[in-house]
């Protein structure tokens, strides 16, 4: 086993190699990003479509669309080993995918949210990569929030109830979606991706007719049109949104890109003339962002987690020991079971700090950096554990039944 696991010998020199090239080369294309005011890159070529639902594996050839960038967005990227890449930049701002049912919008975004990572040679999505700070947020009924401020986008609620350190064990869909996306911005985030299928709907939108029945001071949720600008212009976040209910996104949009059988289109300039010809009927509130206050950064603990305590992980899950399982199927960048092995192994480590969460992830990261993930458990060699990101282990953290906050420092904005 040992031979035929680890011996160079017995490797397929070709593959190998082939493998280490792409990793090198998917690398060197996500460090261009941000030079060239991109968000994400998807290159001409790519088979972004899975066999199936359940599986990771590219659709058939045969098939697949391979993608082709829009004229407008192509761009090149020079790359140490296949020379360059050429496909579809993806610019910071707000950029909405828009199309037909089943022409491929969440497809684009499920490539972009894996993105972040490195893919093995014949994924069919070696030449999509993202930055590595872009968060997919989603609504997610009945998850723990502790102690968020989601005042920025909830708040007022029946009987005076203000939401500037919110806490809940059965959050619903808005509160959910809000209190991820504070959580995501704490933790660094650059951009946020977002499918109109998997959020709450009055978290998104209200229009016009229930904007003139409902009025704004009897409404406690701020849509997220109304902050979805000042993310960018003010705190320098990115949004890309697959929308295909409400037009209204129009007004706040940078980049419209059009899906027509998983082949892409520049739709900015109609987009915007529709938008200028058809107004709604009350004033629409993408035309009143009100800012994007600064995110206080939590003083987190978690007493209830020792190092050293029995623990189960699933694909989606962790139990540590007698508490409450710890429902991580929201957090869809978790790509790995040896990453959740990981995440349950990081909460361990960091548990019993009481400290900002955003510098204990940063210097959980640069103990991992320098020694390896041998750091969450010193003195073992665990060898089934994947890297996580940070954001994932913060977002894990955030969703503890047993979260402590003893308040709040500073604010990252």
Not at 229 to 237: D, I, N, T, Y
Request: charged fraction near 20%.
């Amino acid at each position: 086993l040992v031979h035929e696991a680890l011996l160079h010998e017995s490797t397929d020199h070709s593959a190998l190699m082939a493998h280490l090239c792409s990793v090198e080369d998917q690398q060197a294309a996500r460090s261009q990003l941000a030079g060239r005011g991109l968000v994400a890159f998807v290159a001409d070529g790519s088979v972004l479509p899975r066999a199936t639902g359940a599986s990771d594996r590219p659709m058939d050839a045969a098939s697949a669309v391979p993608f082709s960038s829009p004229p407008s967005l192509r761009v090149t990227l020079p790359v140490p080993n296949a020379g360059s890449l050429t496909g579809m930049g993806l610019p910071r701002g707000v950029t909405l995918i828009v199309g037909g049912g089943f022409h491929g919008k969440s497809t684009l975004l499920e490539a972009l949210q894996v993105g972040v990572y490195d893919k093995v040679s014949g994924d069919g999505r070696e030449g999509v990569v993202t930055d590595r700070m872009a968060v997919k947020v989603r609504a997610e009924d009945g998850r723990a929030v502790t102690s968020v401020d989601i005042s920025p986008f909830i708040d007022h609620l029946p009987f005076g109830k203000r939401t500037g350190a919110f806490t809940t064990a059965d959050a619903s869909g808005s509160t959910s979606q809000a209190a991820s996306i504070i959580e995501a911005l704490e933790g660094g985030a650059s951009a946020l991706l977002l499918d109109e299928d998997t959020s709450a709907t009055n978290f998104m939108i209200r229009d016009a007719r229930m904007q003139a029945l409902v009025s704004a001071d009897r409404e406690p949720i701020r849509p997220f049109i109304t902050r979805v600008r000042s993310l960018w212009s003010e705190r320098g976040v990115s949004t890309v949104l697959v929308v295909g209910g409400s037009g209204d996104y129009f007004d706040v949009a940078d980049t419209v890109l059009m899906l027509h059988e998983y082949t892409p289109s520049d739709a900015t300039a109609a987009a915007k003339d529709v938008a200028a010809r058809i107004a709604g009927g009350a004033p629409p509130e993408s035309k009143a962002d009100r800012g994007m206050p600064p995110t206080p950064r939590r003083v987190l603990s978690a007493p209830g987690l020792t190092a050293g305590m029995k623990t189960h992980t699933g694909r989606a899950s962790i139990r540590f020991g007698d508490e409450p399982e710890l429902d991580l199927g929201g957090v869809e960048q978790i790509v790995e079971h040896s990453q959740v092995r990981a995440i349950a192994e990081a909460c361990l480590r960091l548990g019993g700090a009481a400290r900002p969460i955003d510098e204990a992830l940063a210097e959980l990261e640069a103990s991992i950096r320098e020694g390896g993930l041998d750091v969450l458990r010193p003195g073992w060699r665990l060898g089934n554990l994947a890297a996580p990101r940070m954001l994932e282990v913060g977002a894990a953290l955030s969703r503890l039944r047993g979260l402590e906050v003893e308040g709040s420092v500073g604010g990252r904005g």
